[in-house]
């Protein structure tokens, strides 16, 4: 009994050391490869916004088109020059169909994997990892990645720096520092899920969602978003991703926001 109390602290020692800073901080010169020189926050950008911003507006554009024949209710709110352009991105896609109404019966559905393949020519996905006691990992599972392109997304409720988020980071390992001191808690199970699924529905608008949840369950619509489950790099293995922030704009098509993985806890900071 001792002897697997021990064991079972050891693990959870061995997955929390990577969150302790006095920890971290012994042991930053130990693996010089975990560490990327920022000489600003304002220059920590690996790729630009606008590129971040193209990438996300690809997938999920194929995404809507994919599942066209269920966005009816949104479409009845949408302005026509919008509805005409989706109308013609299918008449692209699906050339010689003609009529909209019998779509349903001609087009084929795609698996979310399928298009992100489709679109930027590779598909990632959870799995175990292949880091000792290191639980789950991301994996490529079709084609490959180029330099420089948006590989997931963290998901989770985004919390400022003054908001409660105590009883939710109790034995949480997925809650995610940003630079300016934004937390966001990428928990998809326990309160952390609850929390996330309340704001979600209070800040729907009729048929307009304004963030996705399906990442909280193993039917997930948006297939970039498994951020959370991106490990650190390891003595053995060396980092192959690395995180950047980005802000989504105001502007950002609001038809396409439910494949958004993040909400605000408070309804007024939205960002």
């Not at 001609?106 to 979310?112: E, R």
């Not at 609001?254 to 993040?262: H, R, T």
Request: a positive charge; aromatic letters at 12%.
């Amino acid at each position: 009994m001792p002897g697997r109390l021990l064991r079972g602290l050891w693990q959870r020692w061995r997955r929390y050391k990577y969150r302790f800073v006095p920890w971290i901080a012994l042991n930053l010169n130990h693996n010089p490869r975990t560490l990327r020189y920022v000489p600003e926050e304002s220059k920590d950008k690996v790729i630009s916004d606008e590129d971040v911003l193209g990438a996300l507006l690809k997938v999920f554009q194929a995404l809507f088109l994919n599942d066209f024949n269920k966005q009816s209710e949104i479409l009845t709110v949408l302005p026509e020059s919008v509805k005409s352009k989706y109308q013609d991105l299918l008449a692209v896609e699906h050339q010689g169909v003609k009529l909209l109404e019998n779509r349903h019966q001609q087009q084929s559905t795609f698996k979310p994997e399928e298009i992100l393949y489709k679109t930027l020519g590779f598909s990632v996905a959870q799995a175990t990892s292949s880091l000792i006691s290191a639980g789950k990992g991301v994996f490529v599972t079709k084609g490959l990645v180029p330099k420089g392109a948006v590989v997931s997304m963290y998901p989770g409720t985004v919390y400022q720096k003054y908001e409660p988020i105590f009883f939710q980071s109790i034995g949480n390992p997925f809650i995610f520092r940003c630079l300016d001191g934004v937390l966001i808690d990428g928990n998809d199970k326990g309160i952390s899920k609850v929390v996330y699924r309340s704001c979600n529905g209070r800040d729907r608008l009729g048929p307009l969602k304004m963030s996705d949840s399906t990442w909280l369950t193993s039917e997930i619509h948006n297939p970039l978003a498994v951020g959370q489950y991106v490990n650190n790099c390891s003595n053995d293995r060396e980092a192959n991703v690395c995180y950047q922030e980005f802000d989504v704009p105001a502007v950002f098509p609001v038809e396409l926001k439910q494949y958004l993985p993040n909400i605000a806890y408070r309804y007024d900071k939205q960002r």
